[in-house]
Protein backbone atom coordinates (compact mmCIF):
# COMPACT_ATOMS: atom_id res chain seq x y z
CA UNK A 1 0.00 0.00 0.00
CA UNK A 2 2.84 2.43 0.14
CA UNK A 3 3.55 3.34 -2.54
CA UNK A 4 7.00 5.09 -4.55
CA UNK A 5 7.18 5.23 -8.45
CA UNK A 6 10.05 5.92 -10.62
CA UNK A 7 8.92 6.81 -13.84
CA UNK A 8 10.86 6.28 -17.18
CA UNK A 9 12.28 9.87 -17.63
CA UNK A 10 15.86 9.90 -15.15
CA UNK A 11 15.30 12.09 -12.33
CA UNK A 12 17.64 14.90 -14.44
CA UNK A 13 15.72 14.86 -16.70
CA UNK A 14 12.33 14.89 -15.54
CA UNK A 15 13.58 17.83 -13.47
CA UNK A 16 14.87 19.48 -15.73
CA UNK A 17 11.63 19.21 -18.09
CA UNK A 18 9.33 20.47 -15.45
CA UNK A 19 12.01 23.46 -14.48
CA UNK A 20 11.70 24.40 -18.55
CA UNK A 21 8.19 24.04 -18.72
CA UNK A 22 5.94 24.16 -15.35
CA UNK A 23 6.06 26.88 -12.72
CA UNK A 24 5.03 25.82 -9.60
CA UNK A 25 3.27 27.49 -6.78
CA UNK A 26 2.36 26.19 -3.12
CA UNK A 27 -0.85 27.03 -1.83
CA UNK A 28 -2.80 26.05 1.06
CA UNK A 29 -7.20 25.71 0.19
CA UNK A 30 -9.45 26.27 2.80
CA UNK A 31 -11.97 23.31 3.20
CA UNK A 32 -15.86 24.01 4.40
CA UNK A 33 -15.02 23.40 8.13
CA UNK A 34 -12.18 26.22 7.59
CA UNK A 35 -9.56 23.34 7.33
CA UNK A 36 -6.55 24.31 4.94
CA UNK A 37 -4.88 21.51 2.61
CA UNK A 38 -1.43 21.58 1.39
CA UNK A 39 -1.66 21.86 -2.63
CA UNK A 40 1.12 21.73 -4.78
CA UNK A 41 0.27 23.21 -7.88
CA UNK A 42 2.72 22.84 -11.93
CA UNK A 43 1.24 24.97 -14.22
CA UNK A 44 2.68 24.76 -17.90
CA UNK A 45 4.89 27.90 -19.00
CA UNK A 46 3.02 28.34 -21.83
CA UNK A 47 0.06 30.42 -21.13
CA UNK A 48 -1.27 30.94 -24.72
CA UNK A 49 -3.40 27.80 -24.21
CA UNK A 50 -6.20 26.57 -21.42
CA UNK A 51 -5.43 22.98 -19.70
CA UNK A 52 -7.18 20.87 -17.49
CA UNK A 53 -6.20 19.89 -13.99
CA UNK A 54 -4.57 16.27 -13.31
CA UNK A 55 -4.67 15.65 -9.50
CA UNK A 56 -3.69 13.47 -7.07
CA UNK A 57 -4.61 13.18 -3.57
CA UNK A 58 -2.31 11.42 -1.13
CA UNK A 59 -1.29 10.37 2.40
CA UNK A 60 1.86 9.79 1.50
CA UNK A 61 3.65 13.48 1.29
CA UNK A 62 3.55 15.64 -1.99
CA UNK A 63 6.31 17.13 -0.97
CA UNK A 64 7.55 14.20 -2.32
CA UNK A 65 6.35 15.99 -5.51
CA UNK A 66 8.96 18.49 -5.66
CA UNK A 67 10.77 18.96 -8.86
CA UNK A 68 9.27 15.47 -9.56
CA UNK A 69 12.33 13.88 -8.33
CA UNK A 70 10.72 10.98 -6.40
CA UNK A 71 7.30 10.72 -8.09
CA UNK A 72 5.93 11.37 -11.35
CA UNK A 73 2.73 10.64 -13.22
CA UNK A 74 2.84 9.18 -16.66
CA UNK A 75 5.27 11.73 -18.66
CA UNK A 76 3.62 11.59 -21.48
CA UNK A 77 1.03 13.30 -19.61
CA UNK A 78 3.62 15.43 -18.44
CA UNK A 79 4.57 16.05 -22.00
CA UNK A 80 1.34 16.59 -23.32
CA UNK A 81 0.43 19.63 -21.06
CA UNK A 82 -1.52 19.46 -17.70
CA UNK A 83 -1.88 21.64 -14.67
CA UNK A 84 -1.12 19.26 -11.96
CA UNK A 85 -2.24 18.97 -8.54
CA UNK A 86 -0.89 17.30 -5.22
CA UNK A 87 -2.46 16.91 -2.45
CA UNK A 88 -1.92 16.26 1.35
CA UNK A 89 -5.21 14.73 2.36
CA UNK A 90 -6.64 15.83 5.85
CA UNK A 91 -4.61 15.21 8.79
CA UNK A 92 -1.07 14.22 6.92
CA UNK A 93 1.99 16.38 6.65
CA UNK A 94 1.11 19.90 5.43
CA UNK A 95 -2.33 19.95 5.66
CA UNK A 96 -4.67 20.46 8.38
CA UNK A 97 -7.50 18.40 10.58
CA UNK A 98 -7.39 14.76 11.83
CA UNK A 99 -6.54 11.69 9.85
CA UNK A 100 -8.64 8.82 9.33
CA UNK A 101 -8.35 5.58 7.90
CA UNK A 102 -10.72 4.83 5.16
CA UNK A 103 -13.09 8.05 6.45
CA UNK A 104 -16.55 6.91 6.30
CA UNK A 105 -18.50 8.20 2.98
CA UNK A 106 -21.69 10.35 4.06
CA UNK A 107 -24.42 9.19 2.00
CA UNK A 108 -26.77 11.80 0.45
CA UNK A 109 -26.48 14.20 -2.65
CA UNK A 110 -26.30 17.66 -1.39
CA UNK A 111 -22.36 17.52 -1.44
CA UNK A 112 -22.58 21.15 -2.29
CA UNK A 113 -24.44 22.47 0.46
CA UNK A 114 -23.45 20.45 3.29
CA UNK A 115 -21.43 21.47 6.32
CA UNK A 116 -20.22 17.53 7.04
CA UNK A 117 -16.81 16.52 5.49
CA UNK A 118 -15.71 13.27 4.03
CA UNK A 119 -13.40 12.95 1.18
CA UNK A 120 -16.08 13.35 -1.52
CA UNK A 121 -16.38 16.86 -0.19
CA UNK A 122 -12.65 17.89 0.34
CA UNK A 123 -12.24 16.66 -3.17
CA UNK A 124 -15.29 18.80 -4.17
CA UNK A 125 -14.07 21.97 -2.03
CA UNK A 126 -10.29 21.76 -3.90
CA UNK A 127 -12.09 21.37 -7.29
CA UNK A 128 -14.31 24.69 -6.51
CA UNK A 129 -11.19 26.26 -5.72
CA UNK A 130 -8.96 25.17 -8.61
CA UNK A 131 -11.61 26.28 -11.34
CA UNK A 132 -11.58 29.58 -9.65
CA UNK A 133 -8.61 30.88 -8.51
CA UNK A 134 -5.98 28.47 -10.98
CA UNK A 135 -5.34 30.80 -14.58
CA UNK A 136 -5.50 29.30 -17.81
CA UNK A 137 -7.69 26.29 -17.05
CA UNK A 138 -10.22 24.62 -19.25
CA UNK A 139 -13.02 23.88 -16.36
CA UNK A 140 -11.87 20.19 -16.41
CA UNK A 141 -10.20 18.20 -13.87
CA UNK A 142 -9.17 14.56 -14.10
CA UNK A 143 -8.13 12.80 -10.53
CA UNK A 144 -6.17 9.39 -10.79
CA UNK A 145 -3.99 7.85 -7.74
CA UNK A 146 -2.26 4.13 -6.79
CA UNK A 147 -3.13 2.55 -4.29
CA UNK A 148 -4.80 4.90 -0.85
CA UNK A 149 -4.80 7.40 -3.29
CA UNK A 150 -6.40 5.10 -6.01
CA UNK A 151 -9.20 5.08 -2.88
CA UNK A 152 -9.09 8.78 -2.60
CA UNK A 153 -9.63 8.70 -5.98
CA UNK A 154 -12.61 6.70 -6.29
CA UNK A 155 -14.01 8.66 -2.69
CA UNK A 156 -14.20 11.20 -5.51
CA UNK A 157 -17.22 9.47 -7.06
CA UNK A 158 -20.23 9.83 -5.39
CA UNK A 159 -21.54 13.90 -6.09
CA UNK A 160 -18.92 14.30 -7.45
CA UNK A 161 -18.10 18.21 -8.49
CA UNK A 162 -19.47 18.73 -12.27
CA UNK A 163 -15.54 19.80 -13.54
CA UNK A 164 -14.61 16.23 -12.61
CA UNK A 165 -15.22 14.53 -15.82
CA UNK A 166 -12.27 11.58 -15.65
CA UNK A 167 -11.24 9.77 -12.91
CA UNK A 168 -8.54 6.66 -12.89
CA UNK A 169 -8.74 4.79 -9.60
CA UNK A 170 -5.14 2.18 -9.82
CA UNK A 171 -4.98 -0.56 -7.11
CA UNK A 172 -7.61 1.28 -5.09
CA UNK A 173 -8.56 -0.14 -1.58
CA UNK A 174 -12.63 -0.40 -1.50
CA UNK A 175 -12.84 -2.21 2.13
CA UNK A 176 -9.96 -2.89 4.42
CA UNK A 177 -11.29 -5.55 5.96
CA UNK A 178 -11.03 -7.32 2.53
CA UNK A 179 -8.02 -5.40 1.22
CA UNK A 180 -4.55 -4.89 2.82
CA UNK A 181 -4.98 -5.23 6.13
CA UNK A 182 -7.63 -8.00 5.94
CA UNK A 183 -8.53 -10.90 3.55
CA UNK A 184 -12.18 -12.38 4.21
CA UNK A 185 -11.37 -10.81 7.67
CA UNK A 186 -7.73 -12.63 8.39
CA UNK A 187 -5.23 -10.29 9.08
CA UNK A 188 -2.24 -9.44 7.01
CA UNK A 189 0.59 -10.25 9.95
CA UNK A 190 3.14 -8.98 7.10
CA UNK A 191 1.34 -5.70 7.02
CA UNK A 192 2.59 -5.41 10.91
CA UNK A 193 5.27 -2.88 9.86
CA UNK A 194 2.81 -1.08 8.28
CA UNK A 195 0.65 0.49 10.72
CA UNK A 196 3.36 3.12 12.01
CA UNK A 197 2.27 4.52 8.93
CA UNK A 198 -1.08 4.67 9.66
CA UNK A 199 -1.71 4.89 13.09
CA UNK A 200 0.22 7.83 14.61
CA UNK A 201 -1.76 11.76 14.28
CA UNK A 202 0.61 14.41 13.79
CA UNK A 203 1.27 16.97 16.32
CA UNK A 204 1.60 20.04 13.71
CA UNK A 205 1.94 20.57 9.96
CA UNK A 206 5.22 19.06 9.21
CA UNK A 207 7.36 18.03 5.96
CA UNK A 208 9.20 14.99 7.82
CA UNK A 209 8.16 11.31 8.25
CA UNK A 210 6.62 11.89 11.96
CA UNK A 211 6.41 8.12 12.12
CA UNK A 212 10.01 7.36 11.13
CA UNK A 213 10.63 6.06 15.19
CA UNK A 214 7.54 3.52 15.11
CA UNK A 215 8.31 2.35 11.72
CA UNK A 216 11.95 1.48 13.07
CA UNK A 217 11.15 -0.35 15.99
CA UNK A 218 10.80 -2.94 13.14
CA UNK A 219 13.33 -2.36 10.76
CA UNK A 220 15.81 -1.62 13.36
CA UNK A 221 16.55 -5.24 14.37
CA UNK A 222 17.77 -6.63 10.81
CA UNK A 223 15.85 -9.16 10.36
CA UNK A 224 16.81 -11.96 8.03
CA UNK A 225 14.31 -14.49 8.25
CA UNK A 226 10.66 -13.30 8.86
CA UNK A 227 9.44 -16.46 9.07
CA UNK A 228 11.59 -17.41 12.26
CA UNK A 229 11.06 -13.54 13.54
CA UNK A 230 6.89 -13.83 13.29
CA UNK A 231 7.11 -16.83 14.77
CA UNK A 232 8.95 -15.78 18.04
CA UNK A 233 6.59 -12.94 18.23
CA UNK A 234 4.25 -15.56 18.99
CA UNK A 235 0.13 -14.48 19.24
CA UNK A 236 -0.66 -10.73 18.31
CA UNK A 237 -1.75 -9.32 21.48
CA UNK A 238 2.44 -9.38 21.83
CA UNK A 239 2.46 -7.40 18.93
CA UNK A 240 0.31 -5.03 20.77
CA UNK A 241 2.28 -5.14 23.57
CA UNK A 242 5.87 -4.48 21.67
CA UNK A 243 5.20 -2.31 19.05
CA UNK A 244 1.62 -1.17 18.38
CA UNK A 245 0.63 -0.41 22.20
CA UNK A 246 0.44 3.47 21.34
CA UNK A 247 -0.70 2.91 17.99
CA UNK A 248 -4.50 4.10 17.12
CA UNK A 249 -5.32 2.25 13.90
CA UNK A 250 -3.84 -0.90 15.32
CA UNK A 251 -6.30 -0.32 18.65
CA UNK A 252 -8.99 -0.09 16.16
CA UNK A 253 -7.93 -3.26 14.38
CA UNK A 254 -7.69 -5.58 17.96
CA UNK A 255 -11.06 -3.56 18.89
CA UNK A 256 -13.20 -4.55 15.76
CA UNK A 257 -11.89 -8.26 14.70
CA UNK A 258 -15.54 -8.76 12.80
CA UNK A 259 -17.29 -6.80 10.33
CA UNK A 260 -19.06 -4.34 12.71
CA UNK A 261 -20.24 -1.29 11.99
CA UNK A 262 -16.41 0.24 12.05
CA UNK A 263 -15.69 -1.52 8.92
CA UNK A 264 -18.65 -1.32 7.47
CA UNK A 265 -18.77 2.65 7.40
CA UNK A 266 -15.49 2.60 5.76
CA UNK A 267 -17.03 0.16 2.50
CA UNK A 268 -16.83 2.45 -0.19
CA UNK A 269 -19.04 -0.02 -2.78
CA UNK A 270 -22.19 1.09 -1.72
CA UNK A 271 -22.27 4.83 -2.66
CA UNK A 272 -20.95 4.20 -6.07
CA UNK A 273 -24.25 5.06 -7.43
CA UNK A 274 -25.33 8.07 -9.77
CA UNK A 275 -22.01 8.27 -10.98
CA UNK A 276 -21.39 11.12 -13.87
CA UNK A 277 -17.24 11.03 -14.89
CA UNK A 278 -15.90 8.48 -17.08
CA UNK A 279 -13.94 5.89 -14.53
CA UNK A 280 -11.00 3.54 -16.03
CA UNK A 281 -9.68 1.24 -12.75
CA UNK A 282 -6.45 -0.05 -12.82
CA UNK A 283 -5.28 -3.19 -11.49
CA UNK A 284 -2.53 -5.91 -11.34
CA UNK A 285 -3.37 -9.68 -11.79
CA UNK A 286 -0.28 -10.23 -9.21
CA UNK A 287 -1.28 -7.32 -6.71
CA UNK A 288 -0.96 -9.29 -3.07
CA UNK A 289 -2.42 -5.83 -1.94
CA UNK A 290 -5.54 -4.65 -3.53
CA UNK A 291 -7.04 -6.69 -5.79
CA UNK A 292 -10.00 -6.73 -4.30
CA UNK A 293 -10.90 -3.20 -5.05
CA UNK A 294 -9.72 -2.79 -8.57
CA UNK A 295 -12.37 -5.72 -9.52
CA UNK A 296 -15.05 -4.89 -7.60
CA UNK A 297 -15.00 -0.86 -7.85
CA UNK A 298 -14.77 -1.48 -11.75
CA UNK A 299 -18.01 -4.28 -11.21
CA UNK A 300 -19.94 -2.25 -8.68
CA UNK A 301 -19.78 0.86 -11.11
CA UNK A 302 -20.92 -1.09 -14.25
CA UNK A 303 -23.74 -2.17 -11.75
CA UNK A 304 -25.09 0.48 -10.50
CA UNK A 305 -24.16 3.23 -13.81
CA UNK A 306 -24.89 1.34 -16.78
CA UNK A 307 -24.75 4.04 -18.96
CA UNK A 308 -21.46 5.61 -17.32
CA UNK A 309 -18.02 4.81 -19.48
CA UNK A 310 -16.66 2.50 -16.82
CA UNK A 311 -13.15 0.78 -18.46
CA UNK A 312 -11.00 -1.65 -16.30
CA UNK A 313 -7.71 -2.74 -17.34
CA UNK A 314 -6.01 -5.56 -15.69
CA UNK A 315 -2.39 -6.14 -16.37
CA UNK A 316 0.78 -8.79 -15.51
CA UNK A 317 1.93 -5.82 -12.43
CA UNK A 318 2.09 -6.19 -8.81
CA UNK A 319 1.01 -3.09 -6.98
CA UNK A 320 1.17 0.11 -8.88
CA UNK A 321 3.76 -1.48 -11.34
CA UNK A 322 2.17 0.02 -14.39
CA UNK A 323 3.62 3.35 -12.65
CA UNK A 324 6.83 2.32 -13.62
CA UNK A 325 8.65 1.04 -16.68
CA UNK A 326 11.54 -1.57 -16.12
CA UNK A 327 11.62 -2.80 -19.69
CA UNK A 328 11.61 -6.52 -19.12
CA UNK A 329 8.30 -7.23 -17.16
CA UNK A 330 8.68 -9.73 -14.65
CA UNK A 331 7.07 -10.50 -11.61
CA UNK A 332 9.34 -12.42 -9.55
CA UNK A 333 10.57 -15.07 -11.48
CA UNK A 334 7.78 -14.77 -14.28
CA UNK A 335 8.58 -12.93 -17.45
CA UNK A 336 5.54 -11.32 -19.09
CA UNK A 337 7.14 -9.19 -21.64
CA UNK A 338 8.56 -5.85 -23.00
CA UNK A 339 7.69 -2.44 -22.30
CA UNK A 340 4.47 -3.37 -21.15
CA UNK A 341 3.75 -0.36 -18.41
CA UNK A 342 4.91 1.86 -21.50
CA UNK A 343 2.36 0.48 -23.48
CA UNK A 344 -0.20 0.92 -21.22
CA UNK A 345 0.57 5.25 -20.16
CA UNK A 346 1.44 5.65 -23.99
CA UNK A 347 -2.34 3.76 -25.20
CA UNK A 348 -4.93 3.28 -22.09
CA UNK A 349 -3.88 6.14 -19.30
CA UNK A 350 -3.18 9.03 -21.68
CA UNK A 351 -5.55 8.41 -24.17
CA UNK A 352 -8.27 8.45 -21.51
CA UNK A 353 -7.77 11.48 -19.93
CA UNK A 354 -7.06 13.62 -23.61
CA UNK A 355 -9.92 12.08 -24.65
CA UNK A 356 -12.13 13.57 -21.60
CA UNK A 357 -9.80 16.44 -20.14
CA UNK A 358 -8.77 17.84 -23.92
CA UNK A 359 -11.38 16.02 -26.84
CA UNK A 360 -8.41 14.84 -28.34
CA UNK A 361 -8.34 11.60 -30.06
CA UNK A 362 -10.97 9.04 -30.19
CA UNK A 363 -12.25 6.84 -27.26
CA UNK A 364 -11.57 3.10 -29.06
CA UNK A 365 -10.88 1.99 -25.27
CA UNK A 366 -12.88 -1.26 -24.62
CA UNK A 367 -14.93 -2.23 -22.03
CA UNK A 368 -12.17 -4.10 -20.53
CA UNK A 369 -8.24 -4.20 -21.43
CA UNK A 370 -6.98 -7.48 -19.64
CA UNK A 371 -3.81 -9.15 -20.06
CA UNK A 372 -3.97 -12.99 -20.22
CA UNK A 373 -0.80 -14.10 -18.10
CA UNK A 374 -0.48 -17.56 -19.21
CA UNK A 375 -0.52 -16.80 -23.00
CA UNK A 376 1.43 -13.00 -21.88
CA UNK A 377 -0.58 -11.24 -24.58
CA UNK A 378 -3.03 -8.48 -23.78
CA UNK A 379 -7.24 -8.69 -24.59
CA UNK A 380 -10.08 -6.64 -25.08
CA UNK A 381 -13.52 -7.61 -24.21
CA UNK A 382 -16.99 -5.78 -24.75
CA UNK A 383 -17.86 -6.81 -20.96
CA UNK A 384 -16.07 -8.09 -17.82
CA UNK A 385 -15.83 -10.91 -17.38
CA UNK A 386 -16.54 -11.97 -20.64
CA UNK A 387 -19.60 -14.28 -21.00
CA UNK A 388 -18.34 -16.66 -23.79
CA UNK A 389 -15.42 -18.21 -22.09
CA UNK A 390 -17.28 -21.31 -20.49
CA UNK A 391 -17.16 -21.82 -16.67
CA UNK A 392 -15.23 -24.84 -15.37
CA UNK A 393 -15.72 -27.03 -12.18
CA UNK A 394 -12.44 -28.73 -10.85
CA UNK A 395 -12.81 -31.57 -8.48
CA UNK A 396 -10.81 -33.22 -6.14
CA UNK A 397 -10.11 -37.37 -6.73
CA UNK A 398 -8.15 -40.40 -4.99
CA UNK A 399 -3.90 -39.94 -5.77
CA UNK A 400 -4.32 -35.96 -6.15
CA UNK A 401 -6.13 -36.17 -9.10
CA UNK A 402 -7.46 -32.97 -10.54
CA UNK A 403 -10.11 -33.27 -12.60
CA UNK A 404 -12.01 -30.95 -15.04
CA UNK A 405 -16.21 -30.65 -15.37
CA UNK A 406 -16.31 -34.22 -13.93
CA UNK A 407 -18.79 -35.06 -11.38
CA UNK A 408 -17.67 -34.87 -7.87
CA UNK A 409 -17.31 -38.03 -5.37
CA UNK A 410 -18.52 -37.20 -2.06
CA UNK A 411 -17.30 -40.71 -0.76
CA UNK A 412 -14.04 -39.21 -0.90
CA UNK A 413 -12.06 -37.68 2.26
CA UNK A 414 -8.59 -35.91 2.43
CA UNK A 415 -7.10 -35.25 6.20
CA UNK A 416 -4.12 -32.87 6.67
CA UNK A 417 -3.19 -32.28 10.34
CA UNK A 418 -2.34 -28.59 10.76
CA UNK A 419 -0.22 -27.10 13.18
CA UNK A 420 -0.20 -23.27 13.95
CA UNK A 421 3.61 -23.97 15.85
CA UNK A 422 4.80 -25.15 12.32
CA UNK A 423 2.72 -23.51 9.59
CA UNK A 424 3.19 -23.60 5.53
CA UNK A 425 5.20 -21.06 4.73
CA UNK A 426 4.42 -18.13 2.39
CA UNK A 427 7.40 -18.20 0.31
CA UNK A 428 9.81 -21.15 -1.08
CA UNK A 429 12.74 -18.61 -0.20
CA UNK A 430 13.96 -17.03 3.32
CA UNK A 431 12.77 -13.35 3.14
CA UNK A 432 13.64 -10.59 5.98
CA UNK A 433 10.88 -8.47 6.93
CA UNK A 434 8.90 -6.67 4.23
CA UNK A 435 6.35 -3.95 4.69
CA UNK A 436 3.83 -5.20 1.89
CA UNK A 437 5.61 -8.97 0.37
CA UNK A 438 5.02 -9.01 -2.96
CA UNK A 439 7.54 -11.68 -4.34
CA UNK A 440 5.68 -14.56 -3.34
CA UNK A 441 2.48 -13.68 -5.52
CA UNK A 442 4.12 -15.94 -8.53
CA UNK A 443 6.31 -18.01 -6.50
CA UNK A 444 6.94 -21.53 -6.89
CA UNK A 445 4.59 -23.86 -4.92
CA UNK A 446 7.12 -26.92 -5.09
CA UNK A 447 8.28 -26.71 -1.39
CA UNK A 448 4.12 -26.62 -0.01
CA UNK A 449 3.75 -29.48 -2.51
CA UNK A 450 5.76 -31.53 -0.37
CA UNK A 451 4.56 -31.10 2.77
CA UNK A 452 1.73 -33.04 4.91
CA UNK A 453 -0.33 -30.47 6.02
CA UNK A 454 -1.00 -29.22 2.34
CA UNK A 455 -3.35 -30.85 0.21
CA UNK A 456 -2.47 -31.04 -3.52
CA UNK A 457 -4.43 -31.79 -6.41
CA UNK A 458 -3.08 -31.67 -10.38
CA UNK A 459 -5.04 -32.73 -13.44
CA UNK A 460 -3.28 -34.91 -16.48
CA UNK A 461 -0.94 -32.72 -18.59
CA UNK A 462 -3.51 -30.60 -20.29
CA UNK A 463 -3.86 -32.26 -24.06
CA UNK A 464 -5.16 -28.43 -25.01
CA UNK A 465 -5.17 -24.63 -24.00
CA UNK A 466 -7.40 -24.14 -20.96
CA UNK A 467 -8.76 -20.68 -20.75
CA UNK A 468 -10.24 -19.28 -17.43
CA UNK A 469 -11.38 -15.96 -17.32
CA UNK A 470 -13.60 -14.58 -14.80
CA UNK A 471 -14.23 -15.28 -11.03
CA UNK A 472 -13.15 -17.74 -9.15
CA UNK A 473 -15.00 -20.00 -5.88
CA UNK A 474 -14.09 -22.45 -3.59
CA UNK A 475 -16.79 -24.67 -2.44
CA UNK A 476 -15.42 -26.63 0.40
CA UNK A 477 -17.03 -29.51 2.14
CA UNK A 478 -15.03 -29.80 5.62
CA UNK A 479 -15.04 -30.83 9.29
CA UNK A 480 -12.36 -30.77 11.93
CA UNK A 481 -11.45 -31.57 15.81
CA UNK A 482 -10.96 -27.85 17.07
CA UNK A 483 -13.58 -24.95 16.09
CA UNK A 484 -11.95 -22.50 14.00
CA UNK A 485 -9.45 -22.88 11.33
CA UNK A 486 -8.19 -20.85 8.12
CA UNK A 487 -8.47 -22.27 4.81
CA UNK A 488 -6.15 -21.10 1.62
CA UNK A 489 -6.68 -22.20 -2.05
CA UNK A 490 -4.17 -21.87 -4.60
CA UNK A 491 -4.99 -22.25 -8.56
CA UNK A 492 -1.13 -23.23 -9.48
CA UNK A 493 0.00 -23.22 -13.28
CA UNK A 494 2.22 -26.94 -13.52
CA UNK A 495 5.22 -25.95 -16.12
CA UNK A 496 6.29 -28.85 -18.30
CA UNK A 497 9.78 -30.33 -17.30
CA UNK A 498 11.65 -29.16 -20.20
CA UNK A 499 10.71 -25.72 -19.83
CA UNK A 500 13.95 -23.49 -20.41
CA UNK A 501 15.07 -21.30 -17.95
CA UNK A 502 14.74 -17.34 -18.06
CA UNK A 503 17.60 -15.35 -18.79
CA UNK A 504 16.90 -12.99 -16.24
CA UNK A 505 16.44 -15.57 -12.77
CA UNK A 506 19.29 -17.18 -10.78
CA UNK A 507 21.02 -20.10 -11.14
CA UNK A 508 19.18 -22.24 -8.64
CA UNK A 509 15.89 -21.30 -10.13
CA UNK A 510 14.79 -24.19 -12.40
CA UNK A 511 11.64 -23.57 -14.62
CA UNK A 512 11.18 -27.01 -15.52
CA UNK A 513 8.44 -28.30 -13.24
CA UNK A 514 7.81 -25.14 -11.90
CA UNK A 515 4.48 -24.59 -10.12
CA UNK A 516 3.50 -20.95 -10.55
CA UNK A 517 0.87 -19.40 -8.17
CA UNK A 518 -2.24 -17.92 -10.38
CA UNK A 519 -4.40 -17.11 -8.03
CA UNK A 520 -4.74 -17.86 -3.94
CA UNK A 521 -6.99 -16.44 -1.01
CA UNK A 522 -7.35 -17.01 2.29
CA UNK A 523 -10.78 -17.29 4.18
CA UNK A 524 -11.40 -17.44 8.26
CA UNK A 525 -14.14 -20.31 8.58
CA UNK A 526 -15.29 -18.62 11.68
CA UNK A 527 -16.74 -16.49 9.22
CA UNK A 528 -18.62 -18.37 7.28
CA UNK A 529 -22.32 -17.49 7.81
CA UNK A 530 -21.27 -14.20 8.37
CA UNK A 531 -18.57 -11.68 8.66
CA UNK A 532 -20.17 -9.62 11.41
CA UNK A 533 -21.22 -12.80 13.98
CA UNK A 534 -19.03 -15.35 13.68
CA UNK A 535 -19.27 -18.33 14.55
CA UNK A 536 -17.12 -21.54 15.77
CA UNK A 537 -17.18 -24.78 14.24
CA UNK A 538 -18.68 -28.27 15.51
CA UNK A 539 -15.98 -30.82 16.06
CA UNK A 540 -16.92 -33.56 13.25
CA UNK A 541 -19.88 -32.23 11.51
CA UNK A 542 -19.22 -31.52 8.05
CA UNK A 543 -19.68 -27.82 7.38
CA UNK A 544 -19.74 -25.80 3.63
CA UNK A 545 -16.88 -23.09 3.45
CA UNK A 546 -17.81 -21.08 0.12
CA UNK A 547 -15.31 -17.93 -1.10
CA UNK A 548 -14.36 -15.85 -3.69
CA UNK A 549 -10.79 -15.99 -4.90
CA UNK A 550 -10.97 -13.06 -7.39
CA UNK A 551 -10.87 -13.34 -11.18
CA UNK A 552 -8.05 -14.05 -13.59
CA UNK A 553 -7.40 -14.08 -17.31
CA UNK A 554 -5.11 -17.29 -17.63
CA UNK A 555 -4.69 -19.80 -19.76
CA UNK A 556 -3.01 -22.95 -19.04
CA UNK A 557 -1.36 -24.17 -22.33
CA UNK A 558 -1.02 -27.10 -23.65
CA UNK A 559 1.47 -29.39 -21.99
CA UNK A 560 0.94 -27.66 -18.85
CA UNK A 561 -1.12 -28.83 -15.71
CA UNK A 562 -3.61 -27.41 -13.89
CA UNK A 563 -3.13 -27.63 -9.80
CA UNK A 564 -4.88 -26.89 -6.61
CA UNK A 565 -3.78 -26.46 -2.61
CA UNK A 566 -5.75 -26.58 0.05
CA UNK A 567 -4.30 -26.01 3.38
CA UNK A 568 -4.99 -23.75 6.58
CA UNK A 569 -1.64 -21.73 7.20
CA UNK A 570 0.22 -19.30 5.59
CA UNK A 571 2.42 -17.19 7.75
CA UNK A 572 3.70 -14.85 8.12
CA UNK A 573 1.41 -12.82 5.29
CA UNK A 574 -1.24 -14.51 6.82
CA UNK A 575 -1.72 -14.29 10.71
CA UNK A 576 -2.13 -17.75 12.85
CA UNK A 577 -5.27 -18.63 13.51
CA UNK A 578 -5.59 -20.55 16.82
CA UNK A 579 -7.92 -23.31 15.54
CA UNK A 580 -9.13 -22.94 19.11
CA UNK A 581 -12.58 -21.09 18.09
CA UNK A 582 -11.81 -17.61 20.44
CA UNK A 583 -13.38 -14.63 20.62
CA UNK A 584 -11.07 -12.05 19.44
CA UNK A 585 -8.06 -13.35 17.42
CA UNK A 586 -5.81 -10.37 18.31
CA UNK A 587 -6.29 -11.27 22.30
CA UNK A 588 -5.56 -14.78 22.02
CA UNK A 589 -2.86 -16.60 24.45
CA UNK A 590 -0.32 -19.29 23.37
CA UNK A 591 -2.24 -22.12 24.83
CA UNK A 592 -5.24 -21.47 22.85
CA UNK A 593 -2.89 -22.26 19.33
CA UNK A 594 -3.82 -25.96 19.24
CA UNK A 595 -3.10 -28.82 16.55
CA UNK A 596 -6.54 -30.05 14.34
CA UNK A 597 -6.84 -32.47 11.92
CA UNK A 598 -8.82 -31.13 8.95
CA UNK A 599 -11.08 -33.48 6.61
CA UNK A 600 -11.72 -31.79 2.96
CA UNK A 601 -14.82 -34.45 1.70
CA UNK A 602 -14.75 -35.17 -2.15
CA UNK A 603 -17.82 -33.44 -2.52
CA UNK A 604 -15.92 -29.68 -2.36
CA UNK A 605 -15.41 -27.96 -5.83
CA UNK A 606 -13.54 -24.60 -7.40
CA UNK A 607 -15.43 -22.99 -9.98
CA UNK A 608 -13.63 -20.88 -12.29
CA UNK A 609 -14.48 -18.69 -14.89
CA UNK A 610 -17.58 -16.78 -15.87
CA UNK A 611 -19.89 -14.17 -14.20
CA UNK A 612 -20.05 -15.49 -11.07
CA UNK A 613 -22.18 -13.68 -8.40
CA UNK A 614 -20.17 -10.40 -6.19
CA UNK A 615 -19.36 -11.65 -2.70
CA UNK A 616 -22.57 -10.40 -0.69
CA UNK A 617 -21.91 -8.92 2.44
CA UNK A 618 -24.13 -7.34 5.81
CA UNK A 619 -25.67 -4.12 4.72
CA UNK A 620 -23.87 -0.92 5.63
CA UNK A 621 -24.23 0.84 8.74
CA UNK A 622 -24.89 4.94 8.11
Avoid at 81 to 105: C, H
Avoid at 292 to 305: D, F, R, V, W
Avoid at 368 to 375: E, K, M, S
Wanted: hydrophobic share 35%; with cysteine; net charge negative.
Amino acid sequence: MLFVSFSSFSQNADSLYVVNHYDKAEYFIEMRDGVKLYTIVYSPKDDTKTYPFLMNRTCYNVQSYNDFKLRTPNPYLIDAGYILVYQDVRGRYMSGGTFDNMRPNIPGNDVKNRKDIDESSDTYDTIDWLIKNIKNNNGRVGIYGISYPGFYSAASLPDAHPALKAVSPQAPIADFFFDDFHHHGAFLQSYLPAFAVFGYQKDSITRRMWFRDELMRFFDQKVVDGYEFNLELGPLKNATENYHYDNFFWQQIVEHPNYDAFWQKRDLLPHLKNIKPAVMTVGGWFDAEDLYGPLNIYKTIEQNNPSVKNTIVMGPWTHGGWARERGKQTVNHIYFGDSISTFFQKNMEKVFFDYYLKDKGEMKLPEAYVFDTGLKKWEQFNEWPPKDVPTHTFTFHENGSLRIDEPDDPRLKFDYISDPMKPVPYRSEIEGLTFTPRNFITDDQRHASRRPDVLTFKTEVLQEDVTIAGEITADLIVSMTGTDADFIVKLIDVYPADYEDYEHNPENIRMGGYQQLVRHEVFRGRFRESYEHPEPFDPGEPTEVAFPLQDILHTFKKGHRIMIQIHSTWFPYIDRNPQKYVDNIYKADEEDFIKTTITVYGSSTVKAGGDLPLLELEPVVN
